[in-house]
């Protein structure tokens, strides 16, 4: 069984029409690629203890393909015309999440990209004990200790 991270039921409460056998097929396999993307731009939780906001991006972009599976930017009957605002160029038409919802994913995931800073030493030379290895605390005591043994995390 494949891994889903929201029901159809939750798709089908999005649409605003009644969708026929073809589109539940779809629909079903809009969420299967939404959670495979959410996978790997964030992480593989367990589907019990999946967090809401992935639920719902995954729940968000597979209603996004079903209301245009086929990437139109413009639709036109008569005297109606229908755009559709899609600045996502070549994933329109495909089960695709924003830049900001794979943001988001990184972000739930711990995997946010962005700047740290690091001691550097030369070989063989002893960094200063004071605060290597330990983690502030919002109390007024002493730091605390990140790993079993200060000097030596590995």
Do not use: C
């Amino acid at each position: 069984m494949n891994l889903i991270y929201a029901s159809l039921q939750d798709l089908l409460d999005r649409l605003d029409w009644e969708p026929d056998a073809d589109e539940l097929r779809v629909g079903t396999s809009a969420l299967e690629d939404a959670t495979e993307l959410a996978i790997i731009h964030g992480r593989e939780w367990p589907q019990s203890t999946v967090p809401r906001l992935v639920r719902a991006l995954v729940l968000k972009a597979a209603t996004r393909y079903l209301r245009n599976p086929s990437g139109y930017t413009q639709s036109r009957a008569g005297d109606e015309t229908l755009s559709w605002s899609d600045a996502h160029g070549r994933d329109a038409g495909s089960v695709h999440f924003t830049r900001e919802e794979i943001r988001l994913l990184e972000g739930i995931a711990g995997r946010k990209p962005g700047l740290t800073s690091v001691v550097v030493s030369s070989w063989g030379t002893k960094l200063r004990p004071k605060h290597v290895g330990r983690v502030p605390v919002d109390y007024a005591g002493d730091s605390f200790p990140m790993f079993s043994d200060e000097m030596n995390p590995w």
